[in-house]
């Protein structure tokens, strides 16, 4: 069973430019949802998809946006890009929306973003 | 609002030696608590979880946890200590009140050093 696919594992990008990031959830997980993980903030939530709908949304700012399509894949997309968006953004799957919280959340590898 | 605190940012232990980890949460109802592990570069892995009936959870590669209500902590313990088991270990606490339905919050981490 394929586990959850984040790509591409490393990018860099210069500050002011945007990025879209990639989850492909487990097979039969629909519910996607986002992490920023920095040495200084520790792993913080950014939002949750369920059904192609944003369901929950951390506190970040508007440049940080997300979309889930029908096959529950889901994007993440970070426009202006500044020095404090260097992190590994970590995207989890669960069963259902909010399963995590019964269930636990299966994680991806993560990518790993160097804003310069 | 929940929390997650683990007071060890870093502890070294010697191979074969028992380990404990320990995890204060705050939460205003009956917590949904987990462990994660993370190793260098990867996502994080479910180790175990607790939300209900025996206070003592068994989870994967040895460990297991014991939730102890009145002092609010989920401490994670291994008998004997393999040198594979250096990482970082995550507690959580999976929310299920008003909006943040959903979301887990996570504790800052312990990073776990293993001596030959």
């Known amino acids: 069973k394929a586990g959850v696919t984040q790509t591409p594992r490393y990018l860099i990008k210069t500050r002011g430019q945007q990025v879209t990031l990639s989850c492909s959830p487990i097979?039969?997980?629909?519910?996607v949802s986002w992490y920023q993980q920095t040495p200084g903030q520790g792993l913080q939530f950014l939002f949750e998809?369920?059904?192609?709908?944003?369901?929950n949304k951390g506190n970040f700012p508007g440049r940080f946006s997300g979309r889930q399509f029908s096959n529950s894949r889901s994007e993440m997309n970070v426009s202006t890009l500044e020095l404090g968006d260097s992190a590994l953004y970590l995207c989890?799957?669960?069963?259902?929306?909010?399963?995590?919280?019964?269930?636990?959340?299966?994680f991806g590898s993560g990518t790993r973003l160097t804003v310069v | 609002a929940q929390s997650v605190t683990q007071p060890d940012i870093h502890i070294t232990v010697s191979e074969g030696a028992s380990l404990e980890l320990r995890c204060n949460y705050s939460?205003?109802?009956?917590?949904?608590l987990f462990w994660y592990v993370q190793s260098p570069g990867q996502g994080l892995q479910l180790l175990l979880k607790?939300?209900?009936?025996?206070?003592l959870v068994q989870g994967i590669k040895g460990f297991e946890a014991e939730f102890k209500r009145s002092q609010s902590s989920f401490n994670l313990r291994k008998p004997s200590v393999h040198w594979s088991d250096a990482a970082e270990y995550f507690c959580?606490?999976?929310?299920?009140?008003?909006?943040?339905?959903?979301?887990?919050?996570f504790g800052d981490g312990t990073t776990l050093t293993v001596k030959p």
């Open positions: 607790y939300f209900s009936g025996d206070t």
């Open positions: 939460y205003g109802a009956t917590p949904y």
């Open positions: 959580a606490v999976g929310t299920y009140l008003n909006t943040n339905a959903g979301k887990s919050t």
């Open positions: 989890a799957s669960s069963v259902g929306q909010g399963a995590a919280t019964n269930y636990g959340y299966t």
């Open positions: 097979s039969g997980h629909r519910s």
């Open positions: 998809y369920f059904s192609e709908t944003q369901r």
